[in-house]
């Protein structure tokens, strides 16, 4: 077949590949291409582990039986907000911590692969300007922090970011254009992660976005591991003498990036994975449920969790399944290594999603309903392996405020993030003797003062912060 004139330019063994998969569906308009197309469309199919796509798709993948796991649910190993839970105190959490962070063991991660279309922004969703008074970016948030850290800490604390192929290059022009926002360039690691195809719910065969591309989507932010690695991530943590990651979304601006409590508590109970929690304000809110099952930590979604369960009370009152997630983590690399060379570690979950293609006429259709399934990971579906998995609650009003939908939704909006963040540094300064009038909006950032000995030297106890203010470095 590879020397029909039709794929005189594409590697025999992919094309015999592509037959012995029933998938050469993918070559019918390879007459019509340009060298340029041919070689873009050739780059993709190498890409592709057709055995996995088969695996996946004649795999249908049994749902568990998610009454009989909530049924044996309980709740997690935990320290709770007022430090009970744990065999050691919140300080010598904290002071673990410190140390690691001294020691220049810790790295940063940061996923920033989603577009901000929900939020009617059309940029990746990093760029979002959220500085209540600033606007400055997501983005900008926490490189101030890193930097404040670096500065008050005397460490370097590499970041490595990741991207999706849709957020890429605007969001490295965005960090080259930016000097990094103030962060050594050397210091800061933009990498993209990977994708996989749809296929056709029906028939299984990989759909097409165009003559020259298949249809192509983020494999999730399970794929964050294998992305690290592939970018060399983990070889340059490794150099550093980095062996501690710490894991956040870039969609939370209260995200504690390189907390040193959260780090303590994973160091102190000999844990590969921690995953820092808020407790749930009602029994079915829409949040990943972190529970223990038959011994292993793991995460029930909320909309595979009865009703029963998540209504269960334990003889306080509370909710037994109290813990949501929020997508921050603390991992071991040596963890994280041993979870990338295992193709168990991370399961591919199937999606029914609406997917345009391009049919047989080259035509786009567009669908009115679920035509495709698409594959992505999930991270925390690492829980389950690591040893020791462990869990920390926060304090929602100071870790957790999601820029996620547009102002005039009910919930997770740019706004209720932005009134979070005045709350806090409200609170900073009140607790610096500052007073603060009311309806006045403040902004700290942390590099004018990261921790509250230092805003305390630098502001005028007795004061009254009478209109908006924007305390910046």
């Known amino acids: ?47 592709i582990d057709l055995e996995l796509i088969a695996k996946l798709v004649s795999g249908n993948e049994a749902k568990p039986d998610y009454a009989a796991l909530a049924a044996r649910a309980t ?17 010598d959490a ?82 080259a254009e930016n000097d990094f926002l103030g962060l050594p360039k050397e210091d800061v690691i933009l990498f993209c992660q990977g994708t996989m195809p749809a296929v056709d719910a029906e028939t299984g065969k990989l759909l097409m976005s165009d003559k020259d591309s298949l249809c192509l989507s983020p494999d999730g932010h399970g794929g964050t591991i294998k992305a690290l690695d592939s970018a060399g991530c983990f070889e340059d943590a490794t150099r550093r003498g980095v062996d501690l990651f710490s894991y956040i979304q870039v969609d939370n601006p209260l995200a504690a990036l390189c907390d040193p409590d959260l780090i303590g508590h994973h160091l102190m109970a000999g844990s590969e994975m921690t995953t820092q929690v808020v407790r749930k304000r009602y029994a079915e809110e829409k949040v990943g449920n972190v529970v223990m099952i038959d011994g292993s930590v793991r995460i029930i979604e909320y909309s595979d969790l009865p009703a ?65 399934i698409k594959f992505e990971r999930f991270i925390f579906d690492l829980l389950p392996w690591a040893e020791n998995a462990f869990v920390v ?13 547009a102002d005039g939704a009910a919930n997770d909006t740019p706004e209720l993030a932005r009134q979070a963040m005045v709350q806090l540094d409200r609170q900073r300064l009140q607790a610096a003797g500052v007073k603060v009038a009311a309806e006045v909006r403040v902004e700290i950032n942390p590099r004018f003062a990261f921790t509250d ?21």
């Open 393 to 405: 609650e926060a304090d929602p009003g100071k870790a957790f405020a999601p820029v996620k939908n």
């Open 453 to 473: 000995e230092q805003l305390a030297a630098k502001v005028t106890a007795g004061e009254t912060v009478t209109s908006d203010r924007y305390f910046g470095p």
């Open 1 to 47: 077949m590879s020397d029909h004139p039709h794929f005189a330019d594409l590697p025999s063994p992919l094309v015999s590949k592509l037959h012995a998969f029933g998938q050469e569906q993918v070559l019918r308009f390879w007459q019509e291409l340009d060298a340029e197309r041919r070689s873009h469309l050739a780059r993709q199919l190498e890409a």
């Open 75 to 91: 709740a997690p190993p935990a320290v709770r907000r007022d430090g009970t839970g744990a065999a050691w105190s919140p300080a």
């Open 94 to 175: 904290r002071e673990a911590g410190l140390r690691a962070i001294r020691q220049g063991r810790v790295a940063a991660v940061i996923v920033a692969g989603g577009q901000g279309t929900r939020l009617g922004f059309d940029l990746p969703k990093g760029l979002f300007p959220i500085g209540p008074l600033s606007d400055r970016t997501l983005f900008q948030c926490f490189a101030d922090r890193l930097i404040a850290m670096r500065e008050h800490y005397g460490v370097a604390i590499p970041l490595y970011v990741m991207t999706s192929p849709l957020t890429h290059d605007q969001t490295v022009g965005y960090w």
């Open 308 to 372: 029963a369960a998540a209504e269960r009370r334990n003889e306080s009152g509370e909710l037994s399944l109290w813990a949501g997630n929020i997508a921050v983590h603390v991992f071991d690399l040596a963890f994280l290594r041993r979870a990338v060379a295992s193709s168990d570690a991370l399961p591919f979950h199937h999606a029914s999603k609406v997917t345009p293609y391009l049919n047989d006429e080259g035509e786009i259709v567009q669908p009115a309903e679920p035509n495709s």
